[in-house]
């Protein structure tokens, strides 16, 4: 039964003046909430902006990086929970199992306008370029940090990278030894996690784990009755990975995972064209990357996998399978020239079945693409002044090559930098753009939507700037300008004559934004971390009658969101999320507030205690007809 509004907003403020207040603030005991003091922010290493691991100072982009402490003290209980802590990306959980996230002005389950790597592996789906959140619900646990990119980074990362680049970076088998057991229950479902790690010898290490979840379903209503939530929702998982260092010049590295999950999936987040049925999914990858170090700032990175997705969303049902490989190269040229450079290729092929109301004009279907890029950073002036050159060429195996440059500048003093970026992108049309029929109902009439196979790619020319800055050993700050113009959009137009419907590149037009970044260590005990983003989108051609996936409306879009980490002493942390939330692609749909909880206890070495509490304002609608109701659980973590 859905708890009324505030009621468990007022049980976490009982549990801690019961619990916590006794205990006092304790500041000599407090330790570093973060994990690192914040003038060491920046010498945070990140390696997706470059493709080479570099300190966070010497990013010439926005660019923000969750840790794992991050991670565990938001409360998070899946990878796009941990992602709304970042400005400019926009969250929202659009069914029980299926969310949508988008970066700087897109958002949608079928939001295709940015990349998502798992240890270097794309898990955007290649017939419709969107994530299965679901199937990647890996366990948080092993997450050591996950790197966002914001802006246009197809110059390194290809076509898929439109808007940015989240990539998800697990630990090595050597920082999980030993077991460790996660257990969570509360009032959405169930989970339990269990890992072991241990030595193969030498400095070879190994990590296995297995993972269980279920959720009913119950805490996604739709008062409109117009749409139903999936149900019964179960899934298990169970992966493993081996590392192995040879004398610190080679790294060989294995990984996979089985993913089998079952559900009733509803109508909540397709209710125009998905009809309730009960699904199984079977899904799973293998991974192997090797790097050699060959000098102080040189080496060679290898990187292969296969992938295996079964596509079940709405009436569209089949098996996709992707292989890919990279080669790539880092070196220094002399003392002025950082050069990177590698090779890519993709072989997708997939099976669908035809469906009276949704399938896939090819049922098989076949591509290779193969890629480039280059990248230079040169020295202007040393330890002061870069400029950075990149292009990548993508060949999409239908006859057309893209090229896509970007000239970025930097400028690093003392304890601040300054950026300046010009970028070109393009995103070709999927496979499911390309090929898929279907049928929507819109203002009670159906329309059938016939494939086109003729769209041009869409393309972007972004230009941003940027400022980072230490105001002291407790204070630092980030603030990003960015201004996109978009050319040949997609966008679904609806022919009331004859009820059909097709996809057209009919939509152009500009967003600019800016999104500010502060990080405040007020007290000991205490951590603030507020953003602010703002997004004005202008698409002259838009009709509030036009339709799409992920369609940005021309509107203004505004969030603000606070993380406050406070540490009570003797183990006991308390941590809010704050966020007020507009959608950038739903105009029905009103902006929203939403507070979330998380109470903390290390109890002893081994063992820690966790309450989470989300959506303690009440139940909201998050960019889909269904409503996300309150929620508490409890998380227990044992290492043994």
Request: hydrophobic content about 35%; some cysteine.
């Amino acid at each position: 039964m859905p708890l009324p509004r505030n009621v468990a907003a007022f049980l976490f403020c009982a549990i801690f003046f019961f619990f916590i207040c006794p205990l006092g603030r304790a500041q000599e005991e407090a330790s570093d909430l973060s994990g690192m003091e914040i003038e060491d922010l920046m010498a945070v290493q990140v390696v997706t902006p470059s493709r080479r691991l570099e300190p966070l100072a010497q990013v010439a982009g926005a660019v923000t990086v969750l840790d794992e402490e991050d991670i565990r003290r938001s409360g998070a209980t899946n990878i796009p929970e941990a992602l709304k802590l970042v400005p400019g990306v926009h969250v929202a959980q659009i069914d029980t199992e299926k969310w949508g996230v988008g970066i700087r002005g897109f958002n949608g389950m079928f939001d295709n306008k940015h990349l998502v790597l798992l240890d270097g592996r794309p898990i955007t789906s290649t017939a419709r370029t969107n994530v299965a959140w679901s199937n990647e619900s890996i366990p948080l646990e092993t997450v050591k940090r996950i790197e966002v990119v914001r802006g246009a980074w197809t110059s390194l990362w290809g076509a898929d990278s439109f808007t940015g680049v989240i990539n998800i970076i697990t630990k090595r088998a050597a920082e999980t030894q030993g077991w460790q057991s996660v257990s969570l229950v509360g009032t959405d479902g169930v989970e339990q996690t269990l890992r072991n790690g241990g030595s193969a010898g030498g400095d070879a290490y190994y990590r296995v784990y297995a993972k269980g979840g279920y959720q009913d379903g119950r805490q996604m209503e739709d008062h409109t009755r117009q749409a139903t939530s999936t149900k019964d929702w179960a899934q298990g998982r169970t992966g493993a990975r081996f590392d192995w260092t040879n004398a610190y010049t080679d790294e060989l590295s294995m990984q996979g995972e089985l993913v089998q999950s079952q559900f009733n999936e509803g109508a909540g987040s397709m209710p125009h064209m998905a009809p309730s049925r009960e699904k199984e999914n079977y899904n799973g990858y293998w991974q192997l990357s090797w790097d050699r170090a060959t000098g102080l700032d040189s080496g060679l990175h290898f990187r292969t996998s296969y992938t295996r997705d079964t596509d079940t969303d709405g009436g569209l049902e089949g098996t996709s399978n992707v292989w890919d490989a990279e080669l790539q190269h880092a070196l220094e040229l002399g003392d002025r020239n950082l050069l990177s450079y590698g090779l890519g290729t993709r072989y997708y092929w997939d099976s669908f079945e035809n469906k009276p109301d949704s399938h896939m004009e090819d049922q098989h279907f076949y591509r290779l693409e193969t890629s480039a890029f280059l990248q230079d950073k040169m020295t202007l002036v040393p330890e002061s002044l870069y400029l950075i050159l990149g292009l990548k060429f993508d060949y999409l195996g239908s006859g057309t090559l893209e090229a896509q440059p970007t000239i970025r500048l930097l400028q690093t003093l003392e304890d601040q930098e300054y950026w300046l970026a010009v970028s070109r992108a393009v995103r070709p049309a999927n496979r499911w753009q390309d090929n898929g029929f279907y049928r929507v109902r819109y203002r009670g009439v159906e329309y059938d939507i016939h494939p086109t196979d003729s769209l041009a790619s869409e393309e972007l020319v972004a230009y941003e700037a940027g400022y980072r800055r230490h105001l002291s050993k407790l204070l630092s700050m980030e603030i990003s300008l960015f201004a996109n113009d978009y050319d040949r959009l997609t966008k679904l137009q609806l022919n009331s004559a004859t009820h059909t419907g097709e996809l057209t590149n009919g939509l152009s037009g500009t967003s600019y934004g800016v999104e500010s970044l502060l990080e405040w260590q007020a007290r000991q005990w205490l951590t603030l971390r507020p953003s602010v983003s703002f997004i004005r989108q202008d698409f002259e051609q838009f009709s509030w009658d036009d339709h799409g996936d992920s369609m940005p409306k021309p509107t203004d879009v505004v969030e603000t969101k606070l993380m406050a980490m406070t540490d009570l002493g003797r183990g006991v942390g308390l941590d809010l999320d704050f966020a007020y939330l507009d959608s950038p692609t739903e105009e029905r749909l009103d902006s929203y507030c939403t507070m979330d909880a998380h109470l903390s206890w290390k109890a002893r070495d081994g063992l820690l205690l966790e309450l989470i509490g989300q959506n303690l304002l009440g139940a909201r609608q998050e960019f889909s007809l269904l409503e996300v109701d309150t929620s508490l659980a409890l998380r227990v973590t044992w290492d043994f």
